[in-house]
């Protein structure tokens, strides 16, 4: 393979994934041709709720993908909080902006964060 050969060929990513579709908006935004493979037809979005740390939540702003588009498919988490039984707080600590960081923890749906960078790819 040559220099040229090397400079045309597409990544190839496995998976159409939150890894697979940020690698996919990574590769686009250096210009480095990809294409991903996904073995489901038809992307469902499927999951649980799940919380984007301060250091995901930067890699996604660099990505084009701001507070806007977040915003659509979650929330800002405040605070991380162990509650009891009856209601009681037993710990709690703030998160997010509130912590220091300077982005926000988000709570999304897995599958909404997934469907928003397949838009996005
Ligand atoms: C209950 C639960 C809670 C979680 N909570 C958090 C959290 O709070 N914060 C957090 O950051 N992470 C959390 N995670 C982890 C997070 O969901 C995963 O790290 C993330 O989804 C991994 O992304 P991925 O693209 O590698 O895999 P996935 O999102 O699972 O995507 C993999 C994709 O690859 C496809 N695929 C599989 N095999 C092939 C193949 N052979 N060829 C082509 N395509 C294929 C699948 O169909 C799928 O679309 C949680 C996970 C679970 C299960």
């Not at 806007?68 to 009681?88: F, H, Y």
Request: glycine share 12%; aromatic share 6%.
């Amino acid at each position: 393979m040559n220099a040229s050969t090397q400079e045309q060929a597409p990544v190839l990513i496995a998976g159409g994934g939150i890894a697979g579709m940020a690698m996919a908006l990574t590769l686009h935004q250096i210009g480095v041709p990809c294409r991903v493979f996904e073995t489901v037809p038809d992307l469902q979005p499927l999951g649980v709720g799940i919380n984007l740390q301060p250091n995901a939540v930067r890699e996604l702003y660099e990505l084009g993908i701001g507070a806007e588009q977040l915003d659509t498919i979650g929330i800002q988490a405040r605070e991380w909080a162990l509650v009891g039984r009856n209601g009681n707080d037993v710990y709690a600590e703030p998160r997010g902006l509130l912590a220091g960081y300077k982005w926000p923890q988000y709570s999304v749906h897995r599958g909404q964060l997934q469907m928003l960078l397949l838009r996005e790819v």
